[in-house]
């Protein structure tokens, strides 16, 4: 029987996943922001875990909540700090903490959990206060931070353990909060703090092992034609009771609560009558076990039936390795807990539960429905007035059968290597009059992704690294009116504009960019903010569906530098895309160069080895890109070389000729190069971000391909390395054949099988260091087919099945 269920299940998934990659496309972030010192940050010296935050824009500041210190900082540069408070622990806590087992430097010390607003002045404040939850009220007025020493208590507000996860949410003069209500961290309740306070039953049917990750308040009363109540959502993830399989499995649920619940009069007494529950859906394209919930984001609109909830998930299993992100409308899930059908236990042998649909009469009132209109019309105004066997029911059966779809059927990104952590959306009014959703999601190695889906596209505009080292973002915040994005990690809290036009220089850059924040002005010359021009504005344009440059002046054409050929030696070529998303072609004499044995394609440029004669010439190096099935052209730069005649061998001309020689210094000729290139590059001039990562690539191949061929390899295994750091994406919309190529190649990188990626990189294979998208010398296009599975993708190409992802079982 259970054989059967988890053939059953282990079949299902595996059907699930091969419809979903029907659909599903690799692709990558298309500008990779390195690390900016100049971004505004803050940190204190001995202060940790800097991982709540409270976004007051009413008072200009953003209340940060760490171990044992809240501080209010100015929330236009959150590196002024207004004000702070410290709340530390006392040392008798500290060593009953310790007393009972726990450490006493890490869990027997108090991180701020909870920071609500209460009213203009007031906010509420939860701390673990070493394994002893404890809630207070603080104040920010006259420019100080002062917490009013109440100490209420904590338990079932806030967590006693710092590493377990929580939510908690002020709705008025309530505080909704889920967490565990013991020391032991084994008793989950979602409670309501108030003057009638309610809670879940302590059964494992309502929570089993959660893990809490986000709640959120939708006002559905407003306009409601069923007269229907106000609502709080809850995200999490528990053991599943639905699976019937050999282990433990984890699904993702969201629940939800009404406002106006006040317990039952006999059956669910002070518990909630309005608990329920669904299974959320976000299937990945490759067989695992159900993706685990780890953030959501409300997007709020001003219609709370369009409303749309974000959320982030990772793997529960370490065979897999994609975090994706999906979305859910606020009314699919209304449908689903207001009109679907329940799951019901039963007892097959004898001491066996399973779940299964419930088929027989559902009592009136509906179970788990707040009051509305039908309970009104039958003399019941509160929830103590429902009848027992509503009660009953509701109380046995809190999960719905039916689990909640994504809105677009699947998830809206999949993305491999460092998990996605933290979510937020913002929606951004763009030229063409339409709002667009842009995601800014945090990772565990302290990038920021944001990306945004154009008409089921989904488009990586660009990945941000915000902080230095690779720490997990735990907390993310925005502001929309200020524009600026709030992230926080273990070690201090960071800044971000939502955009950057400035990063862009030219019109075509500007458009290609396709970021709805940014608009090319033609009075200006410049890629500015939006928000500045009127829809019917035609001094600026934007084009961000189709990527189309069309109207951007013609620029002018690349002039050519001097190069001196020197016969017998080799020549480094430099030539920096503006893309991840573009390949690198480069033309000499009417013919497309490969890599071989003569030509050396890498990130930085080109590479001739032992030059002769016969390799004097124009050289033109283009940029490839593919947007929406559509190819752009851009020739980056051109070089003239020259036959070199007269003395003077390494030295360096004025007008920037560069003579490559073995008896240069690798140095002295690597340094030069990408200043060269910014020389040349009239047309596109490098963006600086962009220049100072790939610059130093370019000097680390650079001078191992001078060396010998045979490092050429070992450059494979540096590139793959660096690699690791990207990221992958699927998108939902089927684009043509031609740009399949593209994204096979770029799911290349991925191979964790260092050694079978050396074998596939040495210079005999005819594609040296393939393993970067940024300039695929792999070229697999025109194969036209569309594959199911990553793994049909590799052993299809070249017959280098033997690349061996463990991530594609
Ligand atoms: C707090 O930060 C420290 C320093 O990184 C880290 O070791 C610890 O795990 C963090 N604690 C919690 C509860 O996140
Ligand atoms: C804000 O709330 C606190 C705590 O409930 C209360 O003591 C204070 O009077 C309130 N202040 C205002 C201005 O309403």
């Known amino acids: 029987m259970s054989l059967l269920s988890a053939l059953s299940l282990v079949c299902g998934l595996m059907l699930h996943v091969s ?35 409270l976004m007051r824009d009413d008072l200009g500041v953003v209340l940060l909540g760490a171990r044992e210190a809240i501080y209010a900082l100015d929330i236009n540069n959150i590196s002024v700090r207004k004000a702070a408070v410290y709340w530390r622990v006392t040392e008798e806590k500290q060593r009953e903490c310790t007393y009972k087992g726990k450490h006493a430097e890490v869990e027997c010390r108090n991180y701020i959990r909870n920071l609500h607003r209460v009213n203009d002045t007031t906010m509420y404040v939860c701390g673990t206060n070493a394994f002893s939850p404890t809630c207070d009220y603080m104040t920010f007025a006259n420019g100080q931070l002062r917490l009013e020493g109440k100490q209420e208590e904590g338990k079932g507000k806030c967590p006693f353990d710092p590493f377990q996860r929580y939510s908690s949410l002020m709705v008025g003069n309530d505080l909704y909060s889920a967490t565990s209500i013991n020391f032991l961290g084994s008793e989950p309740v979602v409670l309501r703090s108030s003057d009638l306070a309610l809670r879940t039953e302590f059964k494992s049917s309502w929570l089993s092992e959660p893990n809490f990750v986000y709640m959120d308040f939708v006002g559905e009363s407003f306009d409601n034609p069923d007269g229907d109540d106000d609502k709080v959502y809850l995200f999490f993830s528990e053991n599943a009771m639905e699976y019937d399989f050999y282990r433990k499995v984890a699904v993702s649920r969201v629940a939800r609560v009404c406002k106006g619940d006040m317990g039952g009069q006999r059956t669910l007494q002070r518990k ?205 915040r925005l502001s929309s009116s200020k524009g600026q994005l709030y992230a926080g990690s273990d070690f201090g809290a960071i800044q971000m504009p939502v955009s950057n036009c400035s990063r862009y220089d030219t019109c075509v850059d500007c458009i290609l960019a396709r970021d709805p924040y940014c608009a090319w002005d033609f009075t200006t010359e410049q890629c500015s903010p939006v928000y500045g021009f009127s829809s019917s504005s035609n001094t600026a344009i934007q084009s961000l569906k189709e990527g189309n440059v069309s109207q951007c002046p013609q620029p002018d054409p690349v002039a050519a530098v001097d190069f001196t050929l020197v016969p017998e030696n080799n020549i480094q070529l430099p030539c920096q895309l503006h893309s991840n998303l573009a390949q690198v072609r480069w033309r000499f004499a009417d013919q497309t160069l490969h890599s071989n044995n003569k030509y050396y394609i890498y990130s930085g440029g080109l590479l001739i080895l032992s030059a002769s ?49 073995y008896s240069d210094s690798i140095y002295g000729q690597t340094t030069a190069a990408p200043e060269l290139v910014t020389k040349s590059d009239s047309e596109d ?45 699927f998108k939902l919309a089927q684009r043509s054949s ?72």
């Open 738 to 809: 031609e740009s399949e190529g593209k994204r096979q190649s770029a799911e290349y990188m991925h191979i964790p099988n260092r050694t079978s990626e050396i074998k596939l990189l040495g210079p005999e294979s005819g594609r040296p260091c393939s393993a970067n998208n940024n300039h695929s010398t792999v070229d697999f296009k025109g194969n036209g087919e569309h594959h199911f599975t990553p793994m049909a993708n590799i052993s299809s190409l070249d017959g280098l099945g033997y690349i061996n992802d463990e991530s594609e079982i």
């Open 19 to 53: 419809f979903s990659a029907l659909n599903t496309h690799y692709c990558v972030p298309r500008k990779t922001v390195p690390y900016q010192n100049e971004l505004k940050s803050f940190s204190e010296e001995g202060i940790f875990n800097y991982s709540t935050m």
């Open 685 to 729: 001039p490098l963006s600086p971000e962009n220049q100072s990562d790939t610059s130093r690539v370019t000097r680390l191949e650079v001078a191992v391909g001078l060396l010998s061929l045979l490092c050429l390899s070992l450059m494979g295994v540096i590139f793959w390395i660096w690699s690791q750091g990207r990221w992958e994406c």
């Open 272 to 476: 909630w009558t309005s608990f329920l529950k669904a299974r959320l859906d976000c299937s990945l394209p490759e067989p695992s076990l159900p993706p685990i919930v780890q953030d959501v984001f409300l997007l709020k609109h001003r219609d709370w039936t369009k409303s749309v909830f974000y959320a982030v998930f990772t793997p529960q299993s370490s065979l897999s390795q994609a975090s994706a992100v999906c979305a859910y409308s606020v009314s699919a899930i209304r449908d689903i807990f207001n009109e679907g059908k329940f799951k019901t236990p039963v007892a097959v042998e004898t001491s066996h539960v399973k779940w299964v649909m419930y088929t027989g009469e559902v009592p009136v009132p509906r179970p788990g429905a707040c009051i509305n209109s039908v309970a009104r019309k039958m003399g019941m105004n509160r929830s103590l007035d429902l009848p027992d066997k509503t009660l009953q029911f509701i109380r046995d059966r809190p999960l719905m059968d039916e689990a909640v779809r994504p809105l677009t059927g699947g998830p809206l990104l999949v993305k491999r290597g460092p998990l996605l952590t933290r979510i937020v959306v913002d929606s951004v009014l763009a030229l063409d009059g339409q709002r667009y959703d842009v995601m800014f999601i945090g990772t565990e190695n302290g990038y920021v992704q944001k990306a945004v889906n154009y008409a089921g596209e989904m488009f990586i505009i660009e990945e941000i690294q915000l902080f230095e080292n690779p720490v997990p973002i735990s907390t993310l």
């Open 613 to 661: 004669e016969s390799d004097a010439g124009l050289y033109t190096c283009d940029s490839v890109e593919q947007i929406n099935g559509r190819t752009y052209n851009r020739t980056v730069v051109v070089y003239q070389l020259q036959l070199y005649s007269g003395p003077g061998v390494g030295d360096s001309t004025p007008s920037g000729n560069e003579v490559i020689d």
